[in-house]
């Protein structure tokens, strides 16, 4: 089995005139929840994107499922859920699943059981449009966890959720990676960290630790993960 499902090294993104990620790099083990956090505009997104295979003027190398980010291979094999729903609103639920379902040639069986993974059976024949924000999302959660991707990035999934459906989303992010999938969760609420197998904390387009949760809290001597955020910027700063 493939040790590293996602292996970044000296990636760099320049946005509009500037460099938004510096020389970024690091390794995603197979079957792992990796939770990606960091303050809003710190480069998040713009990782995420690189690694997915969307983004311009990326230099360094990723490699993901072994093979070049981007690669036409990787299509069906990664699902990426951006910030925005990418459901349609005046589909309901299952009109959207099975619609995605058949676009990327994934048995019908799979419909009722995505949709019952991110609990909206309940919801199904409702349109996307009438659902509230954190629905939405996991309506396009659903259409992402179609063919069982072996990579799953998920761009802030639990915004706006209440704490027992997040508390339900990462239980399922877990199965998934208990399953063997690949997990990266993006997320600027510090207390999800503790949720993670390992962590990837960010600030101004660099990574500031890649540790496990309990590694990292060691590391700077507290048992809260925003001040061990808040300790390692000050190390950093001390450092220049
Ligand atoms: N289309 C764009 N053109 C130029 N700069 C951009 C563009 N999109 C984002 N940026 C800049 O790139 C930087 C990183 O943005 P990014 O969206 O990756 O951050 P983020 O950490 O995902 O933020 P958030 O948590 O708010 O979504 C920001 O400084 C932002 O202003």
């Given at each position: 089995?493939?040790?590293?499902?996602?292996?970044?090294?000296?990636?760099?993104?320049?946005?509009?005139?500037?460099?938004?990620?510096?020389?970024?790099?690091?390794?995603?083990?197979?079957?792992?929840?990796?939770?990606?956090?960091?303050?809003?505009?710190?480069?998040?997104?713009?990782?995420?994107?690189?690694?997915?295979?969307?983004?311009?003027?990326?230099?360094?190398?990723?490699?993901?499922?072994?093979?070049?980010?981007?690669?036409?291979?990787?299509?069906?094999?990664?699902?990426?859920?951006?910030?925005?729903?990418?459901?349609?609103?005046?589909l309901t639920v299952l009109e959207n699943v099975r619609f995605?379902?058949?676009?990327?040639?994934?048995?019908?069986?799979?419909?009722?059981?995505?949709?019952?993974?991110?609990?909206?059976?309940?919801?199904?024949?409702?349109?996307?449009?009438?659902?509230s924000g954190g629905q939405r999302s996991r309506a396009s959660?659903?259409?992402?966890?179609?063919?069982?991707?072996?990579?799953?990035?998920?761009?802030?999934?639990?915004?706006?959720?209440?704490?027992?459906?997040?508390?339900?989303?990462?239980?399922?992010?877990?199965?998934?990676?208990?399953?063997?999938?690949?997990?990266?969760?993006?997320?600027?609420?510090?207390?999800?960290?503790?949720?993670?197998?390992?962590?990837?904390?960010?600030?101004?387009?660099?990574?500031?630790?890649?540790?496990?949760?309990?590694?990292?809290?060691?590391?700077?001597?507290?048992?809260?993960?925003?001040?061990?955020?808040?300790?390692?910027?000050?190390?950093?700063?001390?450092?220049?």
């Open positions: 089995m493939m040790k590293n499902a996602v292996s970044c090294h000296d990636l760099v993104v320049v946005r509009g005139a500037r460099e938004v990620l510096h020389g970024i790099g690091f390794d995603l083990r197979a079957g792992s929840v990796t939770g990606l956090l960091g303050p809003s505009g710190c480069g998040k997104t713009t990782l995420i994107r690189a690694i997915v295979g969307l983004q311009d003027r990326v230099t360094g190398d990723i490699s993901v499922l072994g093979l070049p980010a981007g690669a036409a291979e990787l299509r069906g094999r990664i699902g990426y859920v951006t910030q925005e729903p990418s459901v349609y609103g005046d995605f379902a058949a676009v990327l040639g994934v048995a019908a069986a799979e419909v009722d059981r995505v949709i019952a993974a991110v609990d909206l059976t309940g919801h199904a024949d409702a349109r996307v449009d009438s659902l959660l659903a259409v992402a966890l179609l063919g069982s991707p072996e990579l799953l990035v998920l761009d802030e999934p639990t915004v706006g959720l209440d704490p027992v459906l997040r508390r339900d989303l990462w239980a399922l992010f877990h199965e998934l990676a208990d399953a063997g999938s690949t997990l990266l969760v993006s997320s600027h609420v510090m207390d999800e960290a503790s949720r993670c197998d390992r962590l990837l904390l960010m600030r101004d387009g660099e990574l500031l630790a890649d540790e496990t949760p309990e590694a990292l809290l060691d590391s700077v001597g507290t048992t809260d993960i925003e001040q061990a955020f808040l300790t390692l910027i000050e190390r950093k700063a001390g450092a220049r």
